[in-house]
């Protein structure tokens, strides 16, 4: 997984406490957003989690993650729009992104040579959602 050069360990720091803040709200809410899917203000919430991440991840150069939080936040905004309403199939592709997102958080971390995370098929997943 390459960072971009000139990241600070302490920039990196921070971009990992905030991804992980951000990927426990997904986790939470995404759920919440089956049952609540009428909530506007948990409907933004997870949006803004979304985005976050996609910002964040592009600062620090992880690019994938980008891409994937870039894939989620288009579905959510979707759906805030009232373009797309909440169904399994969207839920379901909202859980596949979140479990790939930890995945490539690992990615940052990981001591022994992973292989990189293949995002394409959640891609466009999220994008037939």
Request: with cysteine; charged share 30%.
């Amino acid at each position: 997984m390459k960072i971009t050069d000139g990241i600070s360990q302490e920039d990196l720091k921070l971009f990992l406490q905030e991804a992980d803040e951000q990927i426990q709200v997904l986790d939470e809410d995404i759920i919440r957003l089956e049952k609540e899917s009428g909530n506007s203000d948990l409907m933004q919430e997870i949006f803004r989690a979304a985005h976050t991440l996609k910002g964040s991840s592009a600062m620090v150069g992880h690019q994938s993650m980008s891409d994937l939080a870039h894939a989620m936040e288009n579905v959510l905004d979707k759906v805030r729009k009232g373009t797309l309403i909440v169904s399994p199939q969207v839920i379901d592709a909202l859980l596949h992104g979140l479990d790939l997102m930890r995945l490539l958080r690992k990615e940052i971390v990981a001591t022994d040579s992973l292989a990189p995370t293949d995002i394409k098929d959640c891609v466009v997943e999220l994008t037939a959602a």
